[in-house]
């Protein structure tokens, strides 16, 4: 796998087809209206699941339907990849949000709606009228404050009790990642290549200027100890000082080590013990120490990571995109192929209690699936 003149002319092809093939799909009519790549979260004995047009609540020891909604189908879209489409109704990518009573979703056209998780009784939708400039990364909610980025680059801090604007800040950018909130300090990585610190008590930017990588981010930053880590669809991964904004070291395909990566890193990174596992699309994970950037093994999975891993007790959980589902040691960083469900999964996996969560796309199922044994305890069809 050393890298050499061929497997790098390679790479800038199948990026630069992949980024043709979603500039089309944003502008078709069918591309961004059949499925998005939502998550589930897991609340108080309950389990959210979000799909085109539908949010459900279920068991989550049986996933019997608690309750089940239909989100009203928008009839306009200002959203900045939908060409000015209205087909791109009520899909979406955002995971829910639980918080005080409240499940909220966001829509890629741009509403975010507050479900009571009670009675599944919609509270409220913000904007009331008209839409906010599309919506693909999370949500995060912190104080009474809830913090999104719009497709169409700002970035918004939201009082969710009167849904009242605090503040917004325009980065002038395509948003598709999810921030990430540390302290007072709220991190947005956008499509145009930069990643943004932002003051949560003012909405100004805390850094001289963003720092600057040499391709898209689409994956949230990564916050630890004082450290924001970031994948980038140039092949690289960056630890970022959180206070200044400088560089401190990078992992990429330029880098001396015996495995590089040879495609995007569109997951967002775990970071476990001062280790980080990056799932990249050429399909390995690439395991490298937080403190220097030095790796440390890369682990071949035989297909594409785009869904993001989870931690379960000492094993990280990866799920390439044709449905295999891996454990990777963290004591020993081998891996173990635990279940394959030959279905498309690129949404983020989830993990209580044992179990994990995983929402297949295409064939949209939400499995709740054994961690250590493989076996699936039940499934919900969610289409």
């Known amino acids: 796998m050393k890298k050499n003149k061929n497997v790098i002319i390679k790479a800038i092809i199948l990026a630069a087809v992949l980024i043709i093939a979603l500039l089309s799909a944003s502008c078709s009519s069918t591309a961004y209206t059949n499925f998005g790549w939502s998550g589930s979260v897991v609340d108080d004995g309950t389990i959210y699941v979000a799909s085109q047009g539908k949010l459900a609540a279920l068991q989550k020891n049986n996933g019997s339907v608690i309750w089940q909604r239909e989100i009203e189908k928008d009839t306009a879209t200002s959203s900045a990849l939908s060409c000015g489409m209205s087909s791109a109704a009520s899909v979406i990518y955002a995971n829910p949000v639980v918080y005080n009573g409240v499940v909220y979703v966001a829509t890629y056209s741009g509403k975010i709606y507050a479900y009571s998780t009670a009675s599944g009784n919609l509270l409220w939708k913000y904007p009331n009228e008209g839409y906010v400039q599309g919506i693909i990364g999370g949500l995060i909610i912190d104080n009474g404050a809830m913090y999104f980025a719009a497709v169409g680059g700002t970035v918004t801090a939201l009082n969710i009790e009167t849904q009242q604007v605090i503040w917004q800040y325009d980065t002038k950018d395509t ?24 003051d949560i008590n003012s909405g100004d930017l805390k850094w001289t200027q963003p720092f600057k990588t040499n391709g898209p981010i689409v994956a949230a930053p990564v916050c630890d100890n004082g450290i924001v880590y970031i994948g980038s669809l140039d092949r690289g991964i ?146």
């Open 238 to 383: 960056y630890a970022i000082d959180s206070e200044n904004g400088e560089l401190i070291w990078k992992f990429s395909a330029d880098s001396d080590a015996e495995y590089t990566p040879r495609n995007w890193f569109w997951a967002t990174p775990l970071v476990v013990d001062g280790v980080i596992y990056a799932p990249n699309m050429d399909g390995f994970v690439y395991i490298v120490n937080s403190s220097d950037g030095r790796l440390i093994t890369a682990l071949e999975l035989n297909n594409a990571v785009s869904s993001n891993p989870v931690l379960f007790e000492d094993k990280v959980i990866v799920s390439t995109q044709n449905g295999d589902l891996y454990s990777i040691n963290t004591a020993n960083n081998t891996k173990f192929l635990f279940k394959s469900l030959d279905l498309t999964v690129q949404s983020s996996l989830s993990v209580d209690d044992g179990i994990i969560y995983v929402h297949t796309i295409k064939a949209e199922y939400l499995y709740a699936i054994n961690g250590n044994s493989g076996v699936v305890v039940w499934y919900y069809d969610v289409g």
């Open 175 to 198: 948003l598709w990642a999810s921030p990430c909130l540390n302290g007072d300090t709220l991190y947005i990585a956008s499509y145009d290549k930069r990643l943004f610190a932002i």
